[in-house]
């Protein structure tokens, strides 16, 4: 059976795309999309990633009309919170270390839902 071998991209609405991608580049380091020939892309590091359809709950999505949330891997949790909270981003830290490591919630400037993710050593 032939398979994908990884996600080529995420794409979603904005009402300004240019100052989300600025948001995304300076808050989380993600790169936007290359518009010239030898620009560089972001690139994920290997690692797990989980695909799975959902009922969802507030929790997990926020507003009830949004119909995604993405989780990012971190390799610090902690000093990206510190980072986000002195950019003035809401970040909440799930206070229990779960058996695959802990997580924080926050969104970005158009309400879209993002959870973080230390995965556990």
């Known amino acids: 059976m032939h398979k994908v071998s990884g996600i080529g991209g995420f794409f979603f609405r904005a009402s300004d795309p240019d100052a989300l991608a600025v948001w995304y580049r300076d808050n989380l ?3 936007p ?7 560089e892309s ?3 590091e ?5 695909f799975t359809a959902m009922e969802g709950t507030v929790d997990q999505f926020g ?3 949004r119909a ?5 891997r971190v390799g610090d949790l902690d000093g990206m919170v510190e980072q986000l909270r002195a950019a003035g981003t809401e ?7 779960y058996s695959m490591g802990r997580f ?18």
């Open 33 to 39: 999309v290359p518009m010239t020939e030898g620009a």
């Open 104 to 121: 924080a919630s926050l969104t970005d400037p158009e309400g879209n839902p993002i959870q973080l993710w230390q995965p556990e050593d």
């Open 46 to 50: 290997a690692g797990e990633t989980a």
């Open 29 to 31: 380091g993600i790169d």
């Open 42 to 44: 972001w690139r994920q």
């Open 63 to 65: 507003d009830p009309t």
């Open 68 to 72: 995604w949330a993405i989780n990012f």
């Open 91 to 97: 970040v909440t830290v799930d206070p229990t270390a």
